[in-house]
């Protein structure tokens, strides 16, 4: 099943998307608040998108599918290319950073590249959505707490990501966390780690791998990460991004006003974000 958080009429909903539409869930609350809930809608939203209706995708508005996740987390250096372009060494721990949820950002708004910025750069990434969560979770119940997947974008700002030891501040501007176009559910997602993804600058394919070369697996992630810290409904984590970012081209190849952006992964969909400067 697709998941959406949407806008219509002034009013932000979830819905499910059919095709080229998308029916009103009729489940009061946010994303999260569905997907705590799952079991409880789960037959009557299957009942729903089995009749069909709704309205088109194209009268709506898509939101991030997860507008204020509780925590989001992604990983660095998580693909052997990357690794090599980045000139470092292959990491014997997982390294992660945290995003804002102020950079949160919807699959087709413009970006910011804020101002006194000039490094800003892409990163395509598969997103995976927390479902039921949980503390110690080991890698072999990993899947079962994963709900959905969709696609991100972990616009970077260089200069701030490396010039401090840690690259939250880098990672965390507005906007520059685009995610959606929906959630596909993880039973529909044969394989998260054989999903091909791919990223496009103005029609220009700078990124293009498959998540099977993630260096840790997503179970993994998981596993290292619930250590620590109890994973909740609606936490997201970007599972890293492949070589070809701008920032190792020869020259340098930063985001500028007016750049398109667009991200896909197989079976999930596409987001697309304008560049813009920040007013």
């Avoid at 002034?10 to 999260?32: C, H, L, N, Y």
């Avoid at 685009?178 to 700078?206: K, Y």
């Avoid at 620590?228 to 984590?237: A, N, R």
């Avoid at 920032?247 to 007016?258: I, V, Y």
Wanted: proline share 5%; charged share 20%.
């Amino acid at each position: 099943m697709k998941l959406a958080t949407y806008t219509a009429n002034g009013q932000t909903r979830t819905g499910i998307v059919v095709g080229d539409a998308i029916i009103d869930s009729g489940v009061a609350g946010t994303m999260i608040d569905l997907i705590r809930d799952w079991d409880h809608h789960k037959g009557d939203l299957e009942k729903k998108a089995a009749a069909g209706g709704g309205v088109p995708l194209t009268s709506v508005r898509l939101e991030a599918p997860v507008q204020r996740p509780g925590k989001i987390f992604a990983i660095g250096l998580n693909y052997a290319d990357h690794i090599v372009e980045s000139k470092m060494e292959t990491p014997q721990r997982q390294v992660w950073f945290t995003k804002a949820q102020t950079s949160v950002n919807g699959p087709y708004d413009d970006i910011e590249i804020a101002k006194g910025t000039m490094t800003n750069d892409y990163e395509v990434e598969l997103v995976a959505i927390i479902g039921k969560g949980g503390k110690h979770v080991s890698a072999d119940d990993a899947a079962g707490t994963i709900f959905g997947y969709c696609v991100g974008n972990d616009v970077t700002e260089r200069m701030w990501q490396h010039g401090g030891p840690q690259w939250s501040l880098g990672k965390s501007f507005d906007t520059h966390a685009p995610m959606g176009p929906w959630i596909v559910t993880a039973d529909e997602v044969d394989d998260p780690h054989s999903l091909g993804l791919r990223c496009f600058v103005n029609g220009e394919q700078r990124q293009s791998s498959n998540t099977e070369h993630l260096v840790f697996n997503i179970w993994s992630q998981i596993e290292h990460l619930s250590v620590g810290m109890t994973l909740e409904p609606g936490d997201c984590l970007f599972t890293g991004t492949p070589g070809g970012v701008g920032a190792a081209m020869d020259p340098r190849q930063f985001l500028q006003p007016g750049d398109i952006v667009r991200c896909e992964i197989d079976g999930l969909g596409h987001i697309e974000g304008t560049m813009v400067a920040e007013v």
